[in-house]
């Protein structure tokens, strides 16, 4: 059974930092993209990181301030996430696509994880 758990989750002072970890288990090990999203209450889910190989992609709201990598070994994707805004402040979702795709499609992901708070107060 395929599982991907997020963690690393918080609250946090606007300028702060963050780093989620999104470990994965059941057979996802040969995944062709894996990619971070994240909601806000009352928006749509929206694509904020995606990795393909060495390959990353960026939502402009976060390019110089997330930085995803992976640690193949670990089965483990990261998200180190700094400079912190309100704006920033969104439930965080890990997701893994076999076949790959547009990376901020949610239809191109085929696992998701359940989610992880991020908070940035003023």
């Known amino acids: 059974q395929v599982q991907l758990v997020e963690s690393g989750g918080g609250s946090v002072e606007v300028g702060g930092s963050l780093r989620l970890s999104c470990t994965m288990s059941?057979?996802?090990?040969?995944?062709?993209?894996m990619g971070w999203f994240r909601q806000a209450p009352g928006k749509e889910r929206g694509g904020v990181a995606a990795l393909v190989n060495t390959y990353t992609h960026y939502a402009d709201s976060v390019k110089g301030r997330f930085t995803i990598t992976e640690d193949r070994a670990e089965n483990t994707v990261f998200l180190q996430m700094s400079s912190l805004q309100p704006e920033d402040s969104a439930v965080y979702y890990c997701a893994a696509s076999m076949n790959g795709g547009l990376w901020n499609k949610l239809s191109t992901y085929d696992y998701w994880g359940q989610g992880t708070q991020v908070t940035v107060s003023s």
């Open positions: 059941g057979g996802v090990a040969h995944h062709h993209l």
